[in-house]
């Protein structure tokens, strides 16, 4: 039995500040079924009241307090693991100031880094890319990424996101992160079954990328639901391991799901 709904943002419910076809009459059926819902996002720049903000702007009622993202879930796990360390971020001025606002010390200096936050990063650049191999060339340093998404959707289309910067790096310092956050990573869906305050397996996750979303949802045990209006296209399902339990072409077509419809 469902009692929870699990929803991604962009690519499944808007993209940019415009609903996607059919979220309208998703969100609506999931507000009839009487479920408990939560809105998880991997973008690791912008606080739950700024994407409170962005639904209304697309027309859609969701409280800060129904929003979790990737910087929700770094600033839990930072002030979890190093608490007191120095933190040289890689990333945009959104990301530095909700992690500083969390409490955490940051840090412009290189040689006082204890851990390097990769993230994405519009400025990114080569100059950047040298820093971050002279705060990681000391091994002690811990190397935490924000998410593992390569790319994101945009109302102008799909542009990089933090896992191509996080791989940049890795790649030059021939390290691997200590760990990559956001889904589908076991912090994140630690914090997210924490927020909800069900049991896995009475939820259902709905995204449009089988790496991040699905991924997520099959490692908690949850219901799985992807939908075609972001990333993921037919040869990207034939070619993957991931297999959602559902397949849909929007949030409209949720009915289809075994205690929705």
């Known amino acids: 039995m469902l009692n929870g709904v699990i929803l991604d943002v962009d690519g499944t419910v808007v993209r940019g500040d415009e609903a996607l076809p059919g979220a309208r009459a998703g969100l ?23 994407y409170e903000a962005r639904f209304a702007r697309a027309g859609f009622d969701v409280s800060s307090e ?16 190093y608490p007191e360390e120095a ?16 409490g955490l010390s940051l840090t412009a ?5 204890t851990v390097l936050v990769a993230s994405i990063d519009r400025a990114f650049d080569y100059d950047t890319l040298c820093t971050a191999m002279r705060v990681l060339a000391e091994e002690s340093v811990a190397f935490v990424g924000t998410d593992p998404d390569m790319v994101i959707p945009t109302a102008a289309g799909d ?30 869906r630690d914090l997210v079954v924490s927020t909800l305050g069900l049991d896995p397996r009475e939820c259902l996750v709905v995204g449009d990328r089988l790496d991040t979303d699905i991924a997520f949802g099959v490692a908690a045990g949850m219901t799985t639901a992807l939908v075609r209006t972001g990333v993921t296209d037919d040869a990207d399902l034939a070619a993957s391991d991931i297999e959602p339990d559902y397949v849909l072409d929007s949030l409209a077509d949720l009915y289809e799901v075994d205690g929705l419809g």
Do not use: C, M, W
């Open 87 to 102: 933190h040289f971020v890689v990333g945009e001025a959104g990301l530095r100031t909700l992690l500083s606002e969390a």
């Open 159 to 188: 542009i990089p996101g933090s896992g191509a910067v996080i791989h940049a790096i890795a790649g030059v310092v021939g390290r691997d992160p200590d760990i990559v956050l956001g889904k589908p990573s076991e912090p994140a």
């Open 28 to 50: 609506d059926l999931i507000a009839d079924s009487g479920l408990r819902r939560l809105f998880v996002s991997n973008n690791p720049t912008k606080p739950a009241v700024a």
């Open 109 to 113: 200096d290189p040689a006082e880094a």
């Open 66 to 81: 129904e929003i979790v993202t990737a910087a929700t879930v770094t600033s839990s796990y930072l002030d979890q693991h």
